[in-house]
């Protein structure tokens, strides 16, 4: 169902690979409520993705960058505007990726060069982003910045690794230029923090199928599925959202505010009793 959220609004959606990421369904979300947006995402994901069919059926233009280098985002907002005819109204970060994880170095065994790299690419690059747009005056007034961050940020949730150490800076670089930006130019800019979601990037992390099936259990709602959070980053890109800013939002079906659920509760049960029974047996 379309309520026309987005109808005149402009944007850059940063970060969509295939039919399973959130910016893609954020994409597809933006174009049904009536935006019109450009596409970025690094070379090598354009080349072994499939951004080209999501722009086609989107009518959007594609626009290469590395999100860590600030003279690709300046080409990147300076083209966007060129295409879409004047600033832009919203703006989607949707990036991550770490090669600790990508090669099993656990928390306690960081490769640093690789923590530098999480770092960078997963939480600085917002910065990089939030700096380049506003220097260049590239998003309107009541303007919205969004990006994805998880609660691996606040908690230690196992096999996240040193991406929660990223979603902390990400949350912290929102609420510091969010202050700036809003003062200034109006402009409100805030955090997602997303069910763990089963995307191309989100099912290298370890234990994610246990992962999901316990906060499931442990969220009232249950989990929050990609399209869902689509949806609610067209809400909070539209005109009904524009008192909210230096937010970190939880969508998480109640997660983040859970100690014990039933359902959670009864899993474990059974796995006591199952291992109780195990212990009682003589295996000798």
């Given at each position: 169902m379309s309520y026309n959220l987005l109808k005149g609004k402009k944007g850059i959606i940063f970060g969509a690979l295939d039919d399973k990421s959130i910016a893609w369904k954020v994409a597809e979300q933006a174009h049904a409520e009536g935006a019109i947006f450009t596409l970025s995402n690094t070379e090598t994901a354009l080349r072994f993705g499939m951004t080209s069919e999501l722009a086609e059926k989107t009518g959007s233009s594609i626009i290469a960058a590395d999100a860590t280098s600030v003279d690709d985002l300046y080409n990147v907002f300076e083209k966007s505007m060129e295409i879409l005819g004047g600033k832009v109204d919203f703006v989607l970060h949707s990036i991550g990726m770490s090669l600790n994880v990508r090669k099993k170095r656990?928390?306690?065994?960081?490769?640093?060069?690789?923590?530098?790299?999480?770092?960078?690419?997963?939480?600085?690059?917002?910065?990089?982003?939030l700096q380049v747009a506003y220097k260049l005056d590239a998003i309107n007034e009541w303007g919205s910045v969004i990006a994805l961050s998880y609660i691996a940020a606040q908690r230690v949730l196992y096999g996240y690794n040193d991406m929660a150490?990223?979603?902390?800076?990400?949350?912290?670089?929102?609420?510091?230029?969010?202050?700036?930006?809003?003062?200034?130019?109006?402009?409100?800019?805030?955090?997602?923090?997303?069910?763990?979601?089963m995307t191309?990037?989100?099912?290298?992390?370890?234990?994610?199928?246990?992962?999901?099936?316990?906060?499931?259990?442990?969220?009232?709602?249950?989990?929050?599925?990609a399209q869902e959070c689509a949806n609610y980053c067209v809400a909070m890109f539209s005109d009904l959202t524009r008192k909210v800013t230096m937010q970190n939002l939880?969508?998480?079906?109640?997660?983040?505010?859970?100690?014990?659920?039933?359902?959670?509760?009864?899993?474990?049960?059974?796995?006591?009793?199952?291992?109780?029974?195990?212990?009682?047996?003589?295996?000798?």
């Open positions: 656990v928390y306690n065994d960081l490769n640093y060069s690789y923590l530098q790299k999480t770092l960078d690419i997963s939480a600085i690059s917002f910065h990089k982003m150490d990223a979603k902390s800076l990400l949350e912290s670089i929102a609420r510091s230029f969010g202050y700036i930006y809003g003062r200034e130019k109006k402009i409100r800019v805030n955090t997602i923090s997303q069910s763990p979601t191309t990037a989100g099912s290298g992390v370890k234990g994610i199928d246990g992962l999901m099936d316990f906060t499931n259990r442990m969220s009232p709602l249950g989990n929050a599925d939880f969508h998480d079906g109640g997660f983040s505010s859970m100690g014990m659920s039933l359902r959670a509760m009864s899993m474990y049960n059974k796995s006591l009793e199952a291992a109780i029974k195990l212990d009682d047996l003589d295996l000798d």
